[in-house]
């Protein structure tokens, strides 16, 4: 059975996105006969899929419903069974799918917040980091359930699984619905404008250094600068080849600081 987390704190009523089939049972929801408990929180992957194809018509339909929520001209997620390695935490209840976060590592290319720019390259203020964070796709809780917990309940399940904080993700396109719910549950604020319209927030850069902690946060980041660099100086030949054979010895130390020196007798390219 997939991973999932059981939540209690909170049962779901007026569950409008149902389905004619128990979607819990194609995700492993425990059974619980006398209907108590709250939604269950499965863990979405490519294996899950091809074990449970009718997992695609809810995917399908509440990837559609989101984007219509968002205003997005199409889905995020559909009903394709194949992730190509991204997950979907999906909140079931019996035969009713209550909401929805998709998650998947992306390289990107971002400028840091200023004050990191400023003290990791003090003369270069517009240089990229390329980083590998996990980020959120796509977020979306059924209207008949929002302003209810479970958009928190989801959020914390894929937290714990990924083993991040929510500062370690990056954000695509966030709705300012999310905005407001990243600030008002975990104090996500200050974000530098990126123009992939991803959203990275301060503390992603700051913890620890500039480096993210946590299983999942991607790899260290890596400056993305274009300098220019010079032709390394040809070396000087010493060629005594005029002298008499007797004063052809190596040249003295003195005599290759000397020339080392000296300017090249072509001007560089690089300095025009």
């Known amino acids: 059975a997939p991973a999932g987390i059981w939540l209690w704190a ?48 809810v995917l399908e339909a509440m990837g559609k419903a989101s984007a219509v929520a968002q205003g997005l001209r199409k889905p995020v997620t559909t009903g394709s069974p194949h992730l190509s390695g991204q997950r979907v935490y999906l909140a079931v209840q019996g035969r009713a799918a209550i ?48 302003r209810q917990g479970y958009g928190r309940l989801i959020f914390d399940a894929m937290l714990k699984s990924e083993g991040l904080d929510a500062a370690d993700l990056a954000y695509d396109r966030p709705s300012p619905k999310l905005i407001s719910f990243l600030r008002h549950h975990f104090g996500l604020e200050s974000y530098r404008p990126q123009n ?21 946060a991607g790899a260290a980041h890596q400056p993305m600068q274009l300098e220019r660099t010079r032709p390394p100086m040809p070396e000087q030949s010493y060629d005594r080849s005029h002298l008499p054979f007797s004063d052809r010895s190596a040249p003295s130390a003195a005599e290759q600081l000397r020339d080392r020196a000296r300017p090249p007798m072509m001007p560089s390219p690089w300095d025009c």
């Open 196 to 216: 992939n319209n991803f959203v990275v927030f301060d503390e992603y850069f700051l913890r620890s250094g500039g480096r993210v902690a946590g299983r999942g």
């Open 99 to 146: 909401g929805l976060l998709k998650v998947g590592t992306k390289r990107l290319f971002v400028a840091p917040p200023l004050a990191v720019a400023q003290r990791d390259r003090s003369d270069v203020h517009d240089a990229l980091q390329e980083i590998n964070p996990v980020c959120a796709l796509d977020f979306y809780v059924h209207e008949s359930c929002q």
């Open 10 to 57: 909170v049962e779901a009523h007026a569950l409008a996105m149902e389905f004619p089939f128990r979607v819990g049972s194609l995700v492993g929801e425990p059974h619980n006969p006398d209907g108590g408990g709250g939604p269950y929180v499965a863990r979405v992957t490519d294996e899950v899929l091809q074990s449970a194809q009718r997992l695609c018509e």
